[in-house]
């Protein structure tokens, strides 16, 4: 099925629907998501019951949340997919809908999309961070992004350096000192062995 | 020399059974306390055996050792942190225990005077010359022959307790 | 006088399996509630391994990626190949010449029978075997790897698909040593099956453990030899028919109970259908080209690639499940968004649902069965 | 039961093949046993095998191939090559490099280098015990000893030598010919042989 | 014959003789005592360190490799290196833990591996202890190693260790029961608890009159063997140590040295329940043409060999698949087969004989075989999709 018929098959099903059809797939507002999915999903004509992968993009101006759905009842002929849906985010609000509850297989794909996008799905059951830890700053995947300590010397750098010659910076001297400092104290804060 | 190595030997295990014996009820640990008593369970094992009485300390053994005391360490770990809770070892009533456990000390003392051991030691004195009462043999005899029905009451009856405890520990 | 007694009732035991823990398959951690050895909750924490591989890819040349992809599930280094190659074919439109196309399936399924054979393998040390099964399963995978080895160059980390077609051809006389191992193997099979298949404690142990329902599975995007294993008829070399797949002949077993079991036994049958699929490609594998000459072009300036503006999706059936990677081309050489899909990790989901209510031991198997390859779930 | 004592009968003939059927030496041709004792038996080399890279030169190790492009440090995948190129006395820039660093701690055999090359430079070595006595810098290997002559690679991969050879020769003689065609070419400078 | 056959026991006896031209008859006593002891205490460790070689090779081979073989001559000297190596380890104690109860652990297990060998007949006349009540002894002896499992276990303060001694408990407190009573068939036919008398009993017919060549001694012995191998906690029913689940079990947070004490009471009890269901059904020390101690050793390191095949080839079996296991089938099996041992002694007739305690055996375990329905494997077929 073409996404042009797709589209007007949506279309008919709901009036007064904003679907754009973008490199082949259909793009949506955030609000319609959810029930154009589980149109997918129930209606006999399309029964696209899988949902095969979730993304974001981050576009710059906004970020985009693309889904791949396939259909598994359906016997391998064009109706089979791939329908793609696309849904368009501000940066600063990125908010959709989650589809865990249409789709169990949302779960840990909206999840990593979360971690790395920053894009909120609600909904979701237990939406924290999947691969980075917890207290982690930022989003990796975002264009923006820039890793934290690129350029950080640890203490042991800064001696190293000074022993071959090098002449190190003063703010990067005082950096891995308080590095130090912050060590020294987590360390002289640890359980003693009563408390462990 | 060999009896007073015995001797010796023999003594050297009560005193440690006694020293364990004083671990279970002075260990503030309720796990030291389990270990120390089998201490206390093996070494008097150790006795039954110096007198020769090998049925019975292997059975100790097996039945305190290796059943009882399995059984109450287990109950131990598996009770959420009672390993880890140190019991204060003394209350307003160790002065009523005092006073009863010294009235059961001079009960014993008093029966143990009184019996007349010449019997048992015979003639030549040294343990290790008494010849063992009873042997397996007699004993399995007198169980499953003349004590059958004792024998078999007591085993409903634990049977009974088993089934018991089964039914109390379901939760369902 | 006496104190309150205090009750003490037994509660759960938190233990955390992983992330150093002998059958986790790498720095997995597993977060178990245990009310004896009953399993009430199961909270799988991954991202040990993470590297950020879809970063580092933005970051870099279509053709830098190849070597990386190799990386995600290491087991199957030239599924790997296969999927990033059709995906960035794809996105630039580009035709495989026909010969590379036969020497692709034939590396593809050289790997699935690497990656069944030691997921089993593997297995059956999470169920305790002392490593026999194991080491006649590597012992298999080393004579395939040692022809990877001939091919590629490397035994594990391939390298050896590019855009439009393959990096090298087949050393001469290479044909009839794959020829020679796919003949052996259904003999190997045999000798696995009988030290495993009847085996009664491997019966008791998988039989009923974990079983995934058909709906669970197919809500929850579960694919590859999992999905099957609950009844789910969806292999992407059918569907799909990429490459020469539509050509060939083969079938595709399905279970119906859906427990580690049948998880097994599906992969036991799939590798007797990989091999009718070797035989096959092996009997009419023609001569020609193997690269595209117009990305031939490419080897010497990899820099120089830089497929037109759009998107695309490419998929194929990794030995693990769909292996999918989405690509957004901006007209640089650099890609501006890759996204892989990766089938162990979405696999994962089910691990809660497929694991409460049994022993820590079924757990441990549960895992073994799902078939996850850390580098690829934490990618 | 009949599964177990199956499996048993299994592991039991090959333990009893394991003595009546010993192994090939040097090769993966196995009987019943599978152990190669590796230091002292080894498996014949794989053409392709590729580890870490080395830099060719073609008689003495001052005219190496190698001319500082800086093309194999852009397209190393994670970026494990540092190249400065050589400068003469008057401070113009010389077609060979000055320094020329490979983290192998970092390198990761891709082989992407050896294909990028233009200049036929670059190639990855079967060299594999590669080993330091600390993680970082007994590992950062330099020019020195990423040398190689032209000879070990002809022993190393014998086929692609054949195959470099006949296709540098042949450029050799189109820049001859070229040369000769031009009669004055500016700063026409015969590629380093 | 006689010579060799008492090889052992002459040389100790010719050191009496030369001991007794200096030493007082006490001394002598404890000589001889210490003999016996010296023998045992060089003969456990000794076993230990060579059946680690041997599990090592045969599993090895079965696996296609070859096992160690880089230190002396086919690797033989390999569990010295090991020793040295275990030796010289650090013995690392976890912050957490009971610190005299961990150290005392390892120590304690080792004692009751090294007790039972005083009443295991080696060969004619060779036994260190012949206790009247032997066999009962081996078995409230080897009861003890519960007790320093649990002990290593709980001072560990690991949730694994701690895992790991629930299950050991659990399964050698069930596994104890179908064992004792798989020996009772061994005790009814010869008529006594002395391993000696027993293996005595077994004399007749050339040395080959085992009970194991009886229908019901054939059952005893595979219920015993089966214990023996659940009590010393190896493959299908090690999930006490169970590494890919619990990561070492009850030893998990023990090093160096300790942690080859556990190893060598794991071995020394193989060793000993091999000796001692060799002692039971096998005829021990009883056989034709070869000198005692040989018999006993050949039987018994077969016995071995098996419980390492075991190792080498299955898979392992889950907590409650293995209680069933004992407490479903092995124990009432094993007491149908005392009755069988029974009316064994009060029929006559061989084919009566062998008819009745068949019979009995093979409807009794198919019975047992129904009940236990949901532990027996399914057949499945599978469907093809084109």
Redesign the interface.
């Given at each position: 099925m073409s996404p042009a018929d797709a589209k007007s098959k949506l279309e008919a099903k709901f009036p007064g629907i904003q679907i754009q059809i973008i490199?082949n797939?259909l793009l949506m507002k955030p609000e319609d998501l959810i029930r154009v999915v589980q149109f997918l999903k129930d209606s006999p004509e399309f029964k696209m019951?899988?949902?095969?992968?979730i993304?974001a993009?981050?576009y710059v101006e906004y970020l985009e949340s693309?889904y791949?759905l396939?259909s598994?009842e359906n016997p391998?002929h064009s109706t089979?997919g791939?329908i793609?849906l696309k849904v368009r985010v501000p940066r600063d609000n990125p908010k959709i809908p989650s589809l865990v509850p249409v789709?169990?297989?949302?779960?840990?794909?909206e999840r990593?999309a979360y971690d790395?996008m920053g894009i909120v799905y609600e909904g979701h059951p237990d939406l924290r961070?999947?691969?980075?830890?917890e207290g982690f700053e930022g989003f990796?995947?975002r264009k923006d992004y820039t890793p934290e300590d690129a350029d950080v010397l640890e203490w042991e750098d800064v001696e190293w350096l000074e022993k071959h010659g090098v002449k190190v910076p003063e703010e990067y001297k005082q950096f891995a000192r308080q590095l130090k400092d912050a060590g020294k104290e987590a360390r002289a804060q640890k359980p003693t062995e009563k408390e462990i | 020399m060999l009896p007073i190595l015995a001797k010796l030997f023999i003594y050297g295990v009560l005193f440690l059974s006694l020293v364990a014996a004083l671990g279970v009820v002075l260990l503030p640990n309720i796990f030291h306390a389990a270990l120390c008593l089998v201490g206390t369970l093996l070494g008097i094992a150790a006795l039954y055996l110096a007198l020769q009485a090998e049925f019975i300390a292997v059975v100790q053994v097996l039945l305190y050792v290796g059943a009882v005391m399995t059984l109450v360490i287990f109950a131990i770990m598996?009770?959420?942190?009672?390993g880890d809770m140190t019991i204060p070892q003394t209350?307003?009533?160790s002065l009523p225990a005092c006073l009863a456990l010294f009235a059961f000390v001079v009960l014993i003392g008093g029966l143990l005077l009184k019996t007349d051991w010449s019997i048992l030691v015979g003639t030549g004195g040294s343990v290790a010359s008494v010849n063992p009462p009873v042997d397996t043999f007699m004993l399995g005899k007198a169980l499953l022959g003349e004590y059958v029905f004792p024998f078999e009451v007591v085993s409903v009856i634990l049977i009974a307790g088993l089934i018991g405890a089964i039914v109390v520990a379901r939760k369902d | 006088?006496?104190d309150e007694p205090v009750l003490?009732?037994?509660?759960t035991?938190e233990?955390n399996l992983g992330p150093q823990?002998?059958?986790t398959h790498g720095v997995f951690r597993m977060n178990v509630k245990l009310e004896g050895?009953t399993i009430v909750s199961l909270k799988p924490i991954?991202?040990y391994l993470?590297r950020?591989h879809?970063?580092i890819a933005?970051n870099?040349?279509y053709?830098?990626?190849?070597?990386?992809t190799?990386?995600l599930d290491y087991f199957n280094s030239m599924s790997n190949n296969f999927g990033y190659a059709l995906a960035v074919e794809k996105l630039a439109n580009i035709e495989v010449p026909e010969r590379a196309q036969y020497i692709r399936v034939i590396m593809a399924e050289l790997t699935r029978l690497v990656n069944h054979v030691s997921v089993i393998g593997f297995l059956?040390?999470?169920?305790?075997?002392?490593?026999?099964p194991i080491?006649?399963a590597f012992?298999e995978r080393?004579?395939i790897l040692?022809i990877f080895?001939?091919?590629?160059?490397?035994r594990m980390?391939c390298?050896y698909l590019r855009f439009g077609g393959l990096?090298?051809d087949l050393?001469p006389s290479v044909l009839d040593r794959i020829k020679k191992i796919v003949q052996g193997f259904p003999k190997f099979l045999d000798?696995f099956e009988?030290?495993?298949?009847?085996?009664?404690?491997?019966?008791?142990?998988c039989?009923n453990v974990g079983i995934l329902p058909y709906d669970?599975a197919?809500?929850?995007?579960?694919t590859g030899p999992m999905a099957r294993a609950s009844g789910?008829?969806?292999?992407i070399r059918?569907?799909?028919?990429y490459s020469i797949y539509n050509r060939l002949k083969f079938?595709?077993?399905?279970?119906?109970?859906g427990d580690v079991?049948?998880r097994y036994?599906?992969r036991i049958?799939e590798m007797r259908q990989s091999v009718w699929i070797l035989e096959q490609v092996l009997k009419e594998i023609p001569e020609g080209p193997i690269i595209n000459p117009k990305m031939a072009a490419f080897?010497?300036?990899?820099?120089n690639f830089k497929p037109p503006k759009?998107?695309a999706?490419g998929?194929v059936e990794a030995p693990k499940g769909?292996l999918?990677f989405?690509l957004?081309s901006d007209g640089t050489p650099q890609p501006?968004?890759y996204?892989v899909?990766a089938p162990s990790?979405?696999n994962?989901?089910?691990l809660e649902d497929l694991c409460i209510g049994h022993?820590?031991?079924?757990a441990?198997i549960i895992l073994g069965s799902i078939d996850i390859v850390l580098g690829e779930v934490?990618h | 039961?009949?599964?177990?004592l199956?499996?048993m009968?299994?592991?039991f003939k090959?333990f009893v093949a394991s003595y009546f059927l010993p192994r090939k030496p040097n090769s993966?041709e196995?009987g019943g046993m599978?152990t190669l004792q590796y230091p002292e038996e080894r498996?014949p080399e794989?053409?392709?095998?590729?580890n870490f890279p080395f830099l060719i030169y073609d008689t003495k190790p001052d005219d190496l191939r190698c001319v500082a492009c800086d093309?194999c440090a852009?397209?190393c995948?994670p970026k494990c090559i540092y190249i400065v190129r050589d400068n003469d006395e008057q401070g113009r820039p010389l077609k060979k490099p000055k320094v020329f660093d490979i983290d192998f701690t970092v390198c990761?055999?891709?082989?992407?280098c050896e294909?990028?090359?233009?200049f036929d430079a670059i190639f990855?070595d079967h060299e594999f015990e590669v080993g330091g006595p600390e993680r970082q810098q007994s590992l950062v290997y330099h020019m020195d000893q990423l040398l190689k002559p032209a000879t070990h690679f002809a022993k190393i991969r014998p086929t692609d030598h054949v195959a470099i050879e006949e296709k540098r020769r042949k450029e050799a003689e189109k820049k001859r010919a070229a040369a000769q065609a031009q009669p004055k070419p500016p700063e026409a400078k015969p590629p380093q042989a | 014959m006689i010579f060799l056959d008492q090889i052992f026991v002459n040389s100790k006896k010719a050191i009496l003789n030369l001991a007794s031209a200096f030493l007082p008859t006490d001394a002598i006593l404890i000589v001889s005592a210490l003999i016996s002891i010296g023998a045992i205490a060089a003969f456990g460790p000794f076993t230990m360190m060579y059946l680690t070689w041997f599990e090592r090779k045969l599993?090895g081979r079965?696996?296609?490799?070859i096992g160690p073989n880089r230190v002396g001559i086919f690797g033989l000297l390999q569990p010295i290196a090991d020793g040295i190596k275990m030796l010289t380890k650090e013995d690392i104690v976890p912050a957490g833990a009971d610190k005299v109860v961990h150290f005392l652990a390892p120590v304690v297990v080792v004692i009751p591996a090294l007790l039972v060998f005083s009443v295991v007949p080696f060969g004619r006349n060779m036994v260190a202890i012949d206790l009247n009540i032997g066999l009962l002894f081996f078995l409230a002896v080897s009861a003890m190693t519960t007790i320093a499992i649990f002990m290593g276990s709980w001072a560990s303060r690991n949730?694994?260790s701690?895992?790991g001694g629930m299950?050991t408990v659990a399964q050698l407190v069930s596994y104890e029961v179908p064992m004792v009573l798989a020996a009772v068939p061994a005790i009814l036919a010869s008529g006594s608890l002395s391993t000696v008398d027993i293996v005595e009993a077994q004399g007749g017919w050339n040395g080959l009159k085992w009970f194991v060549f009886t229908p019901w001694g054939f059952v005893g012995f595979l219920m015993f063997y089966l214990c023996g191998v659940a009590e010393c906690n190896r493959?299908?029913f090690?999930?006490p140590e169970?590494?890919?689940?619990?990561?070492a079990g009850f030893h998990t947070e023990y090093s160096g040295m300790k942690f080859a004490l556990w190893y060598m009471a794991e071995f020394m009890s193989v060793f000993t329940i091999s000796a001692l269901t060799a002692t039971l059904y096998l005829g021990g020390y009883q056989g034709p043409w070869l000198p005692s101690w040989a018999w006993f050793m050949i039987k018994t390191y077969a016995l071995v060999f098996v419980m390492m095949w075991f190792?080498?080839?299955?898979?392992?079996?889950?907590?409650?698949?293995m209680m069933g296991l004992a407490w479903k089938f092995l124990l009432p099996l094993t007491l149908i087969n005392i009755l069988v041992t029974g009316l064994w002694y009060f029929t006559s007739g061989l084919g009566l004989r062998l008819g009745l305690s068949i019979g009995i055996l093979l409807v009794s375990s198919w019975v047992l075989v129904l009940f236990n329905r949901p532990?027996?494997?399914?057949k499945?077929v599978?469907?093809?999709?084109?």
């Open positions: 490199n797939a019951n899988y949902l095969s992968n993304t993009v981050d693309v791949h396939y598994i391998p089979a791939p793609v789709f169990r297989g949302a779960e840990f794909q990593e790395m961070r999947i691969f980075m830890w990796p995947l | 598996l009770t959420h942190r009672i209350n307003k009533q | 006088m006496i003490h009732d037994t509660d035991l233990v823990h002998p059958s050895e991954m991202g993470h950020n879809e970063q933005e870099m040349s053709l830098g990626s190849m070597p990386y190799d990386r059956l040390n999470d169920l305790g075997a002392f490593f026999t080491l006649y012992r080393e004579k040692d080895e001939e091919i590629a160059g490397s980390m390298n990096k090298l050393p000798e009988g030290l495993l298949t009847k085996n009664e404690i491997l019966c008791m142990r039989q669970l197919v809500s929850a995007s579960i789910v008829n969806y292999d059918k569907i799909d028919g079938r595709v077993p399905l279970g119906k109970v079991y049948d036994m599906i049958l080897a010497k300036a990899p820099r759009g998107e999706y998929r769909e999918g989405y957004v501006w968004r996204h899909r990790f979405i994962l989901t089910v022993k820590v031991a079924d441990i934490d | 039961m009949f599964g177990v199956r499996g009968g299994i592991t090959n993966l196995t599978v498996l794989k053409e392709r095998f590729r093309i852009k397209e995948p990761m055999n891709c082989g992407i294909e990028a090359c233009p990855m | 599993v079965i696996q296609n490799r949730k694994f701690l895992l299950r493959t299908p090690d999930i169970a590494e890919s689940e619990i990561v190792r080498g080839t299955l898979p392992r079996l889950r907590v409650d698949q532990y027996m494997p399914e499945r599978y469907e093809f999709a084109e």
